[in-house]
């Protein structure tokens, strides 16, 4: 079993910044792929970024790409996805995904793919 706990989430202004965590505890962290994903007001839940195990391969949605940033400090277990000039769609409940592979490099995009998640942390973006 792994345990995923985030933080970080909050209400911004659009234009601005926020930094999620993402801590894990009950498997080796270096084993995991690490996705984000998040679900708007009345939306499905949606993917938004994913790291390999190495953190050497990252992959993004097109929604966020070049303003999202998801990376991972294996030594404290945790993921991170680091958010710039946010907009009011980005506003949504974000949880983070975590599934074990042997397969370095990989990263998916597929919820089906991964086994655990967290409770996820709510982020507001006022316009």
């Known amino acids: 079993q792994v345990q995923l706990v985030e933080s970080g989430g909050g209400l911004v202004q659009a234009g601005g910044s926020l930094t999620l965590s993402c801590a894990a505890s009950g498997r080796s962290f270096v084993s995991l792929t690490l996705g984000w994903f998040r679900q708007a007001p009345g939306k499905d839940r949606v993917f938004v970024a994913a790291?390999?195990?190495?953190?050497?391969?990252?992959n993004y949605a097109d929604s966020v790409e070049g303003r999202f940033t998801i990376s991972r400090d294996n030594a404290k277990e945790t993921v991170y996805l680091q958010m710039n000039s946010l907009k009011a769609e980005d506003t949504a409940v974000y949880y983070c995904a975590a599934t074990q592979t042997y397969s370095p490099g990989v990263v998916y995009r597929a919820q089906s793919i991964y086994d655990y998640w967290g409770q996820g942390t709510h982020v507001t973006v006022s316009s």
């Open positions: 790291i390999s195990t190495s953190g050497g391969n990252t």
